[in-house]
């Protein structure tokens, strides 16, 4: 517990940090101090990170569906966007000081004076006044100024008091640098900091824009044949539907899982595998959005093994309305399909509800010289598949990473991340999902389902 409490400590803080910088650089530094402009971007690093937390905490709490998706919207967008705004930010502190030499370059070269002032004052061609000149001496004084120096002091003395330009006194939220030669508007750094914070502002608007778009219009189907030893040949070229990480909830609902289970008809498949993490919340909230996928159509049916997001949203309601929509569960479980075994194991995080997996219940009578392929939604269980002798094993989990650069983190925690790779005989295939969670935006890892066709080598 006093660990956990730490945790939450070291995050919340680290948070505070980030949100301090923001405000720094896209507020305090581009802003007129008492603005408007000011005022309202404080208020905005304020509320925005407020709304985070109540979307990430309102569906453990239990409050009511229609204000979890109005605190989802705001706070999940803003998660994404301050983590692409700081990056874009980072990177603007290498520019910063390049732009800042470069100004001051430019400044100088064009100041009055310097590209000139070594050349002799031409010679005025008007005659001399004949203006009789005093032979009289001209007695000195003690700190008494000569008379050409008297002349010209008056000049000297108004060019130092004269007023500053507006902006240079640091009022602007600057730290007090001169503005360029000539210049009226604000001072060179302010200006810098302008085009740097407004850069890194287009560009985190413009990635997560993209991302959001990419994750609202569907995912994209993928094909990709795996080659199984032990298939038997009447079953060379059978289609599995992969779909993971639906995620419905206050963001994604109806019309996501309509746009899913039309991409999976249209690729007319044998079989459908939803593998783990369908939702993200009740069956009382989720329902109606689960509903089309009772329209799955494949010749061998629709099958579903539990995500550790089924087991934080009610598994056993949720287990018992997939049935209704006519998907079978496997919950520690295989069936027989022609030509191989398909098993399904309940996700790890069911271990917390006493419901984990059991790959002994699932697999450990079968009949080894056939074919296996394994439902299991996170790959860390890969190595128990190796053990019980499956052929293949068919994941989600990851994302992919979902956010750049969440895929390196993502690496340290699961085996694969994304794609086909082989530990000893058995093949492992992992899904980036065909939803997201928290952010509906992602980043270098594009939503998919997948078609794994597989291939027999008897054939």
Known sequence: MLLVSLVLVLVVGLLGVVHWYVWRRLVRDVTVPGGPARRLGTVALIVLPLLSLGALTAGRAGVPFPLQQALAWPGFLWLALLLYVVLALVVGEAVRPLLLRALDRRAAATAPG??????????????????????APVRATAGAPAPSEAKEAPEASGASEAPASPGTDGADGTDGAPASPGAAGPSRRLFVSRVVGGAAAAAALGTVGHGTYGVLRGPRVKRVTVPLAKLARGAHGYRIAVVSDIHLG???????????????????????????????????????????????????????????????????????????????????????????????????????????????????????????????????????????????????HTHGGQLWPGNFLAELANPTVAGLERYGDTQLYVSRGAGAWGPPVRVGAPSDITVVELASKQA
């Open 114 to 135: 310097t590209a000139g002032a070594a050349a002799p004052a031409p010679v005025s061609a008007a005659p001399v006044s004949a203006a009789p000149v005093s032979a």
């Open 250 to 396: 206050p963001i994604l609902g109806r019309a996501h899982t309509r746009r899913i289970v039309d991409a999976i008809n249209a690729t007319q498949p044998d079989l459908v595998a939803v593998v783990g993490d369908m939702v993200d919340g009740s069956v009382e909230d989720l329902g109606r959005a689960a509903e089309p996928l009772a329209e799955l159509r494949a010749r061998d049916g629709s099958f579903f093994v539990t995500g550790n997001h089924e087991y934080f949203s009610g598994a056993e309601e949720w287990v018992d309305h997939v049935r209704e929509l006519g998907m079978r569960p496997l919950r520690n479980e295989r069936v027989e399909i022609a030509g191989f075994d398909l098993a399904g194991v309940n996700d790890v995080a069911g271990e917390n509800y006493g419901d984990g997996p059991d790959f002994a219940a699932a697999l450990g009578d079968r009949d080894r010289a056939r074919a296996a392929v394994l439902l299991a939604h996170q790959p860390v269980v890969i190595h128990d598949a190796v053990e019980h002798g499956v052929d293949l094993q068919l994941s989600g």
